[in-house]
């Protein structure tokens, strides 16, 4: 693996690290951000700022007008976006949209493509990913998928409840995983406003950064023709893990971003305030963190890097991607919860932005999977010698 970036990726970043300076952190104390994300409002004001910086949708194809980036370009992109709270939302890649697009461009038929992945790709349409249920349905457990799926002539009747559906509220279209009557799983693409679909509640959560926030759908004799099966029934589970491996790493691509935004307040706060008559970063409890963030964020994006370029090589990546979230997860959290700390005052209250990111950090600990479920499942492959084998948990967003 060659470490160095190409010229051309260079000058992305760097123009990725202008914009976002120059265009997107000056709208962080914007008012249009709420308990549930930025407003559409604000995300379209957001995405024309990417949409004429030439940085929209990056990680899509060209051919449907994003960037093509392959996985190692998107982690130097990604990580930069995350710079700003509002970053990861200017360029279209937060999630769900950013699996959506994925899974889509992968799976879709043409004519899908056409109704679906073109204007999200664009900015113009919002996605959810309808997986997740109230117990004793399916979390972390997708084996224990409730919802369910009938063949009626050539459509199929959907029925079930799902929630922690990031941006369901305001959503274009939906992908719905559903059980069949044989007992697998299927994806299905829906509008958001065909008759059959609820939005119930958007539920309260620690996070602030998903336009939408995270809702309770309800699918109450939803009618989808055949036409709109996403790739073939029964292979549900199989295209999860299709949508959840690189999924899982842009997370920790964004929230590398964010991370180091937090290490850069608190050392800059370090090497300026006094604390007993020298500036606080040269005392050792405090240095001691920083050169702990420090080795956590370099941990984290190697790790991102080496996932992403055996992506790139063609691999499944299933074992490396949970690996890669487990560590960049609570290695990013820890840089984070070191900076509420130098902070001490200030780390506690929204006079900077370091509590709005330990806030909308936690939850990543949880997203894609738990540490606890990857860890069990990567131990299970190490015991039974099988790295490669499909992990199919995940907690989608």
Avoid at 51 to 79: I, N
Wanted: net charge negative.
């Amino acid at each position: 693996m060659d470490f160095s970036l190409q010229p051309e990726l260079q000058a992305l970043q760097a123009k990725t690290r202008r914009f976002i300076a120059e265009e997107i952190i000056p709208m962080e104390r914007d008012p249009r951000q709420g308990v549930h994300g930025p407003s559409e409002a604000l995300r379209d004001e957001l995405v024309a700022k990417a949409r004429a910086a030439g940085l929209l949708t990056p990680h899509a194809s060209r051919e449907y007008g994003g960037l093509g980036l392959d996985h190692v370009a998107k982690a130097v992109v990604f990580e930069e976006a995350g710079y700003s709270i509002l970053g990861p939302t200017a360029l279209n890649i937060h999630a769900p949209d950013e699996g959506n697009i994925h899974l889509m461009e992968v799976v879709a038929t043409a004519a899908q493509k056409e109704r679906w992945l073109r204007p999200m790709v664009g900015g113009r349409m919002r996605s959810a990913f309808a997986m997740t249920e109230p117990p004793p349905g399916a979390g972390a457990d997708p084996s224990l998928l409730m919802t369910s799926a009938v063949r009626d002539g050539d459509d199929y009747i959907i029925n079930g409840t799902k929630w922690f559906i990031t941006g369901a509220e305001g959503a274009g279209m939906v992908i719905i995983m559903a059980r069949m009557e044989d007992g697998t799983a299927t994806m299905f693409l829906s509008d958001m406003d065909r008759e059959g679909i609820e939005v119930v509640r958007t539920m309260d959560a620690l996070d602030t950064c998903f336009t939408g926030g995270h809702g309770v759908m309800r699918f109450n004799n939803l009618r989808v023709p055949a036409t709109d099966v996403l790739g073939e029934i029964g292979k549900g589970f199989r295209y999860a893990q299709v949508r959840l491996a690189p999924a899982r790493l842009t997370h920790c691509m964004r929230w590398l971003g964010q991370a180091r935004r937090a290490h850069d307040v608190a050392l800059e706060y370090a090497r300026t305030r006094q604390a007993f008559g020298r500036a606080l970063g040269e005392h050792e409890g405090v240095s001691f963190m920083l050169a702990d963030n420090e080795m956590d964020l370099q941990t984290a994006r190697l790790h991102i890097w080496h996932t992403a370029w055996l992506l790139d090589q063609g691999e499944r990546c299933n074992f490396e991607s949970s690996r890669a979230k487990v560590v960049c997860s609570e290695a990013e959290w820890r840089v984070v919860d070191r900076c509420v700390q130098i902070l001490g005052g200030q780390g506690v209250t929204h006079e900077t932005i370091v509590p709005r990111i330990f806030a909308d950090m936690r939850a990543f600990r949880v997203y894609d999977g738990p540490s606890e479920v990857h860890r069990y499942s990567l131990g299970k492959k190490l015991v039974a010698g099988r790295r490669d084998a499909s992990v199919q948990a995940g907690v989608a967003v």
